[in-house]
């Protein structure tokens, strides 16, 4: 195996478990450690290239991106979690068919929703949904925010608040407090 | 010329059978000179009478005439003739016949075509020209699989060819080489090669060519729903006038859609009815699908569109689940809306406007509200609930805070009692003690003037009335052109969709 690689795969274990012990001072460390040495890998975008072990980079790298998302949402910062999606998407769409998919794609592609939802930018919000393939819109974490943007635009504020509670992973809580603030 | 000889040689020896590609052979030989000529004397018009002159001949092609006017046109032997013959099918015996007929035809072609292009250098606009009709061939033939190979070969060429006759011919190449890329599926892998090709157009000042790649480009987002990348090419490349009228539709309707999914309706409207109008009469399903997408918008903006917009000779069929839907809505019935939306289902999906028709939820319910606060003076909120049919565990809640919302954005004039869970709608009073009658009579002048002004500026006065007359002569030879220019333009419009 590649020496590179190795050594990223151990700063991520070590990043893993930061994020485990709740230490997000070091896991923001490690992080921006981690994309300075993703750099490194020719296979990953935007340069494509196919070299041997590209389907482990590219997988690593979308499970480090994954992460770095998550981890956004639980210190709250939202310009991080913006920048982070968008260098997480080019791992779902354009490398989607290299790489078996990652369960954690419909809930980051939902809290992205959510985001778009909270900052008001519904316009784009649209532009994000039309990318979706009617399998995804299915997916629950997805619908909650279809269904909020819809009780949104109807004026059905009860409803979005009664959402809170129902809400279909744990880091969705963040946005939909700031939501639940803004129907107020 | 040339062809007056043919034309007495031909039918001498074919017999009824065989005349009627002896014609098509004829006229595309006719066309080739006609490209030759432009390309000479540097004329682009002519090189677009022949590609116009292509299209009426194109349901007539088959495998002998093409490979007859292949080894008519590129010396036998060259590589470029191998290639391109490879392409077509191997003609049967019948073929062969006809092709050794058309051998001793040739002699006097070829050597008249020598006398015209000496030393046996063909033109790259008759290369691309050839390039051009097999590949039309080949899709018309849904040889898919053949022509794809074939249009790259050809796009290959063209970028080293910096001619501007070319490009009325390279435009033609670029559309079609995307349409076979369509057919087959792969439209995502030409990607990269059209931006290239689109900055190429752009260095060269290509401006056609710059026209039909932006198209392509904008389709080749827009079929795998890519509004983002879409809206930032568009916004980012160049825009000039429009040379080509059928681009400038294309144009229109994809500017169009992009606008609609990013909740721009008004100038989403604009774009659409403009497409739609433009259009030639003869592009139906293009003025189908602007259509509905039209019919969408206006339902998005509150708009209820006419009942003859549907009725339009040959859509009917085609926008008949829209017209239900648009009933749906104007009735306002949630019901009667969920069942057209499941109805239609797959025909929205395949139209890809599922994800507008579920934005449109929330029109039918203002639609149903207006109603209501119309209706009754006073109502409870639990009969909104009813009225609306509104499918929740809470109605009353629900339809409370709908109705709050639909007063605060103006949509109807009343107040929430919320000790006793009623509605209040305001009594309309008397609406001619207000300013509203002034702003009305306002806008209607306003319009009025607007378009008064606008005519104006339309008007033509004939040129030079001004200044000394004319001699007669002149006007009658000026006249003339007008009119084959106008006769040119009808033309255009006619073919090509």
Known sequence: MDPKFTEVSQLFERFKAAVVRHDFDTCSRFLSQLKVMLTQFRSLPPLFEDTPNAIHELSLARDIYEHAVVLSVKIEDQDAFERDFFQLKPYYTDVGNRLPPSPQEYPILGLNLLRLLVQNRIAEFHTELELLSPTALENPCIKHAVELEQSFMEGAYNRVLSARQTVPHETYVYFMDLLAKTVR | ?497
Request: with cysteine; hydrophobic share 40%; charged share 25%.
């Open chain 2, 1 to 497: 010329m040339t062809q007056d000889v043919e034309m007495k040689e031909l039918p001498a020896p074919s017999n009824s059978a065989s005349s009627p590609p002896h014609s098509t052979l004829h006229h595309l030989k006719e066309i080739a000179s006609l490209i030759e000529t432009g390309a000479y004397a540097r004329e682009v018009r002519r090189i677009v009478r022949a590609v116009r002159l292509t299209m009426a001949l194109r349901r007539k092609l088959n495998a002998p005439v093409l490979s007859a006017f292949l080894s008519f046109v590129l010396p036998p032997g060259s590589e470029l003739h191998s290639r391109l013959s490879s392409y077509l099918p191997k003609s049967t015996t019948t073929a062969k016949d006809w092709l050794q007929d058309d051998e001793h035809e040739m002699d006097v072609d070829t050597a008249t075509s020598t006398t015209q292009t000496p030393g046996k250098h063909y033109l790259p606009e008759l290369e691309i020209y050839c390039y051009l009709l097999v590949l039309i061939f080949l899709i018309d033939q849904k040889k898919y699989n053949e022509a794809k190979p074939c249009a790259s070969a050809s796009i290959a060429r063209l970028k080293n060819l910096n001619r501007r006759t070319v490009d009325v011919l390279a435009s033609r190449l670029f559309f079609y080489y995307s349409l076979s890329y369509e057919l087959t599926g792969d439209l995502a892998e030409i990607r990269g090669n059209l931006l290239a090709l689109h900055r190429i157009a752009t260095l060269r000042h290509d401006e056609l060519g710059q026209e039909t790649l932006l198209n392509l480009l904008l389709r080749n987002y827009l079929h795998y729903n890519l509004y983002d990348q879409a809206e930032k090419l568009r916004s980012k490349a160049p825009r000039f006038e429009a040379h080509s009228n059928q681009q400038f539709c294309r144009y229109l309707f994809y500017l169009g859609k992009i606008r609609t999914i990013q909740l721009e309706y008004t100038d989403a409207k604009e774009s659409l009815l403009q497409a739609a109008r433009k259009a030639p009469i003869a592009a139906l399903g293009f003025r189908v699908q602007c259509n509905k997408w039209a019919i969408i918008v206006r339902l998005l903006l509150g708009e209820i569109p006419e009942r003859t917009v549907f009725m339009q000779k040959g859509m009917e069929k085609a926008l008949r689940p829209y017209f239900e839907l648009t009933n749906a809505v104007r009735i306002g019935d949630l019901e009667l809306f969920r069942n057209v939306a499941e109805k239609f289902s797959s025909t929205f999906s395949s139209d890809r406007t599922h994800n507008l028709i579920v934005r449109l939820r929330h029109n039918v319910i203002r639609t149903g509200l207006r109603n209501i606060s119309i209706s009754y003076s006073r109502i409870s909120l639990a009969d909104v609930a009813k009225k609306l049919r509104l499918n929740s565990a809470n109605p009353v809640a629900d339809a409370e805070s709908i109705v709050a919302k639909a007063i605060r954005d103006g949509a109807i004039d009343a107040t929430i009692d919320h000790t006793n869970g009623w509605m209040v709608s305001k009594e309309t009073g008397d609406i001619y003690s207000t300013n509203e009658p002034q702003f009305a009579f306002n806008s209607r002048i306003a319009f009025c003037l607007n378009m008064h002004n606008e005519a104006v500026r339309a008007l033509r006065f004939p040129p030079n009335s001004h200044k000394e007359k004319e001699s007669a002569d002149k006007r009658r030879e000026r006249q003339q052109q007008e009119q084959e220019l106008a006769k040119h333009i009808a033309e255009e419009d006619d073919d090509e969709f």
